[in-house]
């Protein structure tokens, strides 16, 4: 259900006739994330009700509401000016009051880029140092670096596996076993 967590005193002006009252409100997403969008209801009458697509995800909602309150005139402004692009849905007809104006933010404009993590560790220049070194660097990572630093060096194709370990152990052990073959392949 959204939720309003900060409503804004000072009007956000579109032009010299046309002003809005901000608010900026959040759901908890099907993503486990608190989502946060801004709605601007027209004052005076004139207008129509707006809502900008997502504008942050926290991982709680008083890290959402820490967000919330932290927003400038300017940055409303901005937000004004995206919500005028994002589609326009008009709000749900209901019969009492609603403290939200839409049921979530509205759709982005352009497709989500799914972003993969990239390797945050060279296995090879850390084994350098010694296979000790190694580990407590890759014991340092989470599951998710770990499995970008198997595939940004392959070493899953290195190793001849087919399905990559279950537990984070079986990748660290993974990773040092493939990377000390091919460092004692390369030794003279």
Known sequence: MPEVLVVFDEPIWESERASYRAQVCGRLADDGLWEGWIEFAPLGGAGVPLRTPRETSQPHRADLEYWATGLSVTYLQGALDRARRAERV?????????????????????????????AVLDPFAAYLQGEA???????ALSREQLEAVIAHYDLAALAGVDALP??????????VATVRDRASARAP
């Open 90 to 118: 008009p709000p749900p007809v209901v019969k009492h009051v609603t403290p939200s104006l839409f049921p979530g933010p509205a759709p982005h404009p352009t497709p989500r880029i799914e972003v993969r993590p990239v």
């Open 133 to 139: 070194v190694l580990r407590r660097e890759l014991n």
């Open 166 to 175: 279950a537990s984070d152990e079986g990748l660290v052990a993974l990773i």
